[in-house]
């Protein structure tokens, strides 16, 4: 009995190193793609904290004397149009304090500007265009690579392969052999390999939980499983605006790759008004008032969130035609509030000026209520506290990648990629290949690139992959 027990407790421990060096083979992989982009996103990330907290998504805060009677905001609108040639207001952003000055968003054929206007006298503090915005600049980098489409797939893949090593770098942390629970917990601060080993497994494993966050998160933006899988699944129903709709989605309002409204409504199509006459009310399809004669100017419009319960900053999205509306937001995730449970977003008649639709968070699904606090701690929009978590997640992030290289660059042989070897003979067991397919079929580009690299490493010469027996 004895002697079958410790045959069989070594067989267990020969299928356990067997598998260990499999895993680290994919675990290397993995990494050979991931790490880059690891570093690069962490890196953005640090720099988009800045922009969202020294500053704040669409720039520099401006301060202006509280106002005592502020110019009417077609006037100030009609300043900031005309401070861009062929300027033409596309939003309205009201500012959250009374000592900033409000900011217009103004597109033109140059693409969109930012300009800021003191409230108290209607006059221009500044102008830039949004792509020069510090937080804007990273975002696109941190989002696409400034690549557009192609760089969004890149990182969809590189989010994927993320999760791959992060599975495989928990399976290879977990205490076996001599390697007890205070040694996977404790990094020993030793010299040579030996401390970037230890570094790099413990660091990874207290942050494992979070960087799964931030992965799933990213990925929820992401244009193939983001947008057409987990968004479509989790879009808020255009039946429930009570309304009639367009074709136009939400998404219309968005400027460049910033996120305008809420992750939920992106996909689903705007409330429509009837149609009217909008010389009579000197209306023109930007949203701005041109005579203020009408029922429905944007001094109306703003007085209406204000009414019912709007505080701090909100964004007003003008009609982009005769039957569009006026779309009133305030989001966490686009940084108007740290409360991602105050999400409202409301329509109003351009023409009327009466509310036909109300969003607020309590009417999200599940995914949507998930998206509007996760994307909001993502991007560190919930306080002080958020942005100092995330800024020590970035230098994890950042340690666990640096360590990883070192380690490897002190472990392989001169001249020498030096990837771990398979056992010889190895097949993989069969949980291992379902969890794989799983992934493969969960996270398409992952799929696609997981199965590149199994078709890679399949047809290099067994002397190139293979050990010896254990």
């Known amino acids: 009995m004895t002697i079958m027990s410790s045959e069989g407790a070594q067989a267990n421990s020969r299928a356990s190193s067997r598998l260990y060096r499999a895993v680290w083979r994919w675990h290397f992989y993995a990494g050979l793609v991931v790490v880059p982009f690891f570093i690069l996103l962490a890196c953005t990330g640090m720099i988009m904290l800045y922009g969202n907290s020294v500053e704040t998504m669409l720039g520099p805060r401006h301060l202006v004397e ?17 401070s861009i040639p062929g300027g033409r207001i596309t939003m309205f952003v009201q500012a959250p304090e009374t000592n900033l000055a409000n900011k217009f968003m103004v597109s033109a054929e140059d693409g969109a500007h930012i300009v800021v206007v003191d409230p108290n006298h209607a006059a221009v503090m500044a102008e830039y265009r949004q792509d020069s915005v510090l937080f804007n600049w990273a975002s696109k980098i941190h989002g696409t690579l400034l690549l557009g489409d192609f760089g969004d797939r890149v990182l969809e893949m590189a989010a994927g392969l993320g999760i791959v090593l992060l ?107 009837e149609p009217h006459d909008h010389s009579a009310t000197g209306m023109d399809h930007s949203g ?23 505080t701090g900053q909100f964004r007003v999205n003008m009609p982009a035609s005769e039957t569009g509306v006026f779309t009133i937001s305030t989001d966490s995730s686009s940084g108007d509030s740290a409360n991602p449970f105050g999400d409202r977003t409301v329509h109003i008649d351009q023409y009327s000026g009466e509310i036909i639709s109300e969003v607020a968070f309590a009417d999200y699904g599940l995914g949507g209520k998930a998206m509007a606090a996760g994307i909001a701690l993502h991007q ?58 799983a992934v493969c079929i969960a996270f398409p580009l992952t799929g696609t690139s997981v199965i590149v690299l199994a078709l890679i490493d399949f047809l290099l010469p067994r002397r190139f992959k293979e050990a010896g027996s254990l």
């Open 66 to 82: 509280a106002p005592t009677a502020a110019a009417p905001l077609v006037e100030q609108a009609a300043t900031a149009a005309a």
């Open 167 to 273: 599975l495989t770098g928990l399976y290879m942390w977990w205490p076996r052999g001599a390697r007890t629970w205070s040694k996977a917990l404790l990094p020993r601060l030793t010299k040579g390999r030996g401390l970037s080993r230890d570094l790099h497994m413990s660091t990874g494993f207290y942050f494992a939980i979070v960087l799964l966050f931030f992965l799933f998160s990213g990925l929820a933006w992401t244009g193939i499983w983001g947008t057409q899988i987990v968004q479509a699944w989790n879009t808020f129903p255009a039946a429930k605006l009570g309304a009639p709709v367009s074709d136009t989605t939400h998404a219309s309002l968005n400027h460049g790759d910033e996120h305008d409204v809420p992750w939920t409504l992106e996909q689903t199509p705007m409330p429509v008004c």
């Open 288 to 310: 701005m008032d041109m005579s203020a004669a009408g029922p429905a100017n944007l001094d109306s419009i703003v007085a209406t969130p204000l009414d019912i319960g709007f």
């Open 380 to 437: 560190g929009n919930l306080g002080w506290w958020n942005i100092a978590l995330n800024l020590l997640f970035c230098a994890a992030v950042v340690l666990i990648a640096v360590s990883g290289v070192v380690m490897w660059w002190k472990r392989r042989p001169k001249g020498r990629l030096a990837e771990p070897l398979y056992p010889k003979q190895y097949r993989a067991p069969r949980g291992v290949i379902i969890i794989a397919a």
